[in-house]
DNA sequence: ATCTAAATAGAAATGATTTGCGTTTATAAT
DNA sequence: ATTATAAACGCAAATCATTTCTATTTAGAT
């Protein structure tokens, strides 16, 4: 038997963020919803060309950009520098563990930055703003 | 009294990396030596002009990545996604505080690496090959 | 049905980074 | 010192992911 997957309906979300709920917009979700791995504009590109005769890559790059501005999906960190995204799950404070052979990507909790904030003021005097963490590495399957 | 600053000598360690101690080299080493913010390929190239008549950007792309490579300097992450690069004296593992206005890196020493490991080991029964790991904020002067 | 700002397609531009290649140079062997 | 050789280099050109431009279309409100 196989557990019944009801796909999501982003339009309130796309709503929620003031943001016009294309067809464009609500595929890509759709798509990026039904990954477990993270893709570049162009993967996903190639993947909407199949659902629709016209559609710019432009196109794609300005919803990610916009969608990650959002905090609705998240960038990838890559050694060749390009852009990745991932459509996170979680909306709480959490991190990324990157499969470096199949690009899946898996959330983790474990964070320091209580730690590190506390170094930060002690030792440095400064204040901190931001953090980048991502742990790269072999999923279940690839190990 | 201002303390006497030794300008340390590079060859030895070019030598030791297998790298010839080139005129450019030895000057981009001293360059960033005596620098406590990031810079980008660009920055390097114009400061080095000053001193070589005939200086190419080719040649300080190819120093940098070179010496990225040997673990001499670490690159910085920058939401523009372009290269800056910091030269790093600490040699044990450690992680950077970046300062978001003024470009100044500082070392800092806690990671938790260790806790992570943990969680991807019990949770997603994965192996760790490598962490990203960078704080940006404000540091002392800038806050 | 009408209106308007937002979204889009497609073509073109951008610009940081990389590559190709002929010349120069550091370094080690003679 | 000379010489030999691979490594470095300068310069011009190429690359190519990403961004910009502009005319057209469309979602959502009135
Ligand atoms: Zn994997
Ligand atoms: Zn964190
Ligand atoms: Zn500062
Ligand atoms: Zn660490």
Redesign the interface.
């Known amino acids: 038997m196989e557990a019944m997957e009801a796909k999501t309906d982003y339009q309130p979300l796309l709503k929620s963020l003031g943001l016009k709920s294309t067809p464009k917009r609500l595929a890509m979700l759709e798509m990026l919803d039904g990954e477990q791995a993270y893709l570049s504009p162009e993967d996903i590109w190639k993947k909407l060309k199949r659902r629709f005769k016209s559609i710019g890559l432009p196109t794609i790059y300005r919803n990610l950009e916009e969608l990650e501005g959002k905090n609705v999906i998240t960038k990838v960190?890559h050694p060749n520098?390009q852009?990745y995204y991932y459509f996170c799950r979680h909306s709480s404070h959490h991190h990324h563990?990157v499969?470096?052979s199949c690009k899946k990507v898996?959330d983790?909790?474990?964070?320091?930055v209580a730690?590190?904030e506390?170094?930060?003021r002690d030792?440095?005097?400064?204040?901190?703003?931001?953090?980048?963490?991502?742990?790269?590495?072999?999923?279940?399957e690839?190990?």
Chains 1, 2 share one sequence.
């Open positions: 960190i520098r852009l563990f499969c470096i898996q983790f909790t474990s964070c320091a730690d590190i506390r170094e930060i030792k440095i005097k400064g204040k901190v703003v931001s953090h980048i963490f991502q742990v790269n590495g072999l999923c279940r690839c190990v």
